[in-house]
């Protein structure tokens, strides 16, 4: 059974860093694209990075880029995100998900954690 | 970047059928993929690419494509399909990011 557990989240004033984590299990995790995608309170998905199979590609949202640092250890199947210069408009539930390419035409991220909340603010 | 478009909100009669659209310029080269989110709950993928459901998701949801829009179709609508759907796909811009619908919430009334 595919499982994403997502840890490290938690209040964090202003200016802070925090990192979060993904233990993944179930599956060949060295195989798989992966991202992070977060949740406003109330608000919509976004996605906000994702990291190629062997690390060797990172991507970015523009809103966290320069802040945000997405990295895995396939030997522990784990992804990562350090957040710095941590904002107010960064609160969010943050999913980890695996990221799926079927060809050029098909994406989708076919199983997610159950999210971790990071609160900004002071 | 790209950004897709949601109605906000959508009601659907018990037993009746709802679409559920999305549009924008990535889904000229990209399929959507469609997820569904309970309250306090992780999404689910429900469809992907042309017209496919993952193990466990009913056939009464189904996936269409035309264009700059992309449906999600719920044929029979039940009182457990009532959730918030987000359409995703990739960027059109070439680079390997993902973008998001904003969000339609489904009422089943």
């Known amino acids: 059974e595919v499982q994403l557990v997502e840890s490290g989240g938690g209040l964090v004033q202003p200016g802070g860093s925090l990192r979060l984590s993904c233990a993944a299990s179930g599956f060949t995790f060295s195989s798989y694209w992966m991202s992070w995608v977060r949740q406003a309170p109330g608000k919509g998905l976004e996605w906000v990075a994702n990291?190629?199979?062997?690390?060797?590609?990172?991507y970015y949202v523009d809103s966290v880029k320069g802040r945000f640092t997405i990295s895995r250890d396939n030997a522990k199947n784990s992804l990562y995100l350090q957040m710095n210069s941590l904002r107010a408009e960064d609160t969010a539930v943050y999913y980890c998900?695996?990221?799926?390419?079927?060809?050029?035409?098909?994406?989708?991220?076919?199983?997610w954690g159950q999210g971790t909340l990071v609160t900004v603010s002071s | 970047s790209s950004e897709l478009t949601q109605d906000p909100a959508v009601s659907v009669a018990l037993g009746q059928t709802v679409r559920i659209t999305c549009q924008g310029d990535s889904l000229r080269s990209y399929y959507a993929s469609w997820y569904q989110q309970k309250p306090g709950q992780a999404p689910v993928l429900v469809i992907y690419?042309?017209?496919n459901r993952p193990s466990g998701i009913p056939d009464r949801f189904s996936g269409s494509s035309s264009g700059n829009t992309a449906s999600l179709t719920i044929t029979g609508a039940q009182a457990e399909d009532e959730a918030d759907y987000y359409c995703?796909?990739?960027?059109?811009?070439?680079?390997?990011?993902?973008?998001f619908g904003g969000g339609t919430q489904l009422t089943v009334l």
């Open positions: 995703n796909s990739r960027d059109s811009s070439g680079n390997q990011h993902a973008v």
């Open positions: 998900a695996r990221e799926r390419f079927s060809g050029w035409l098909v994406h989708f991220f076919d199983y």
């Open positions: 990291i190629k199979q062997d690390g060797s590609e990172k």
């Open positions: 690419g042309k017209n």
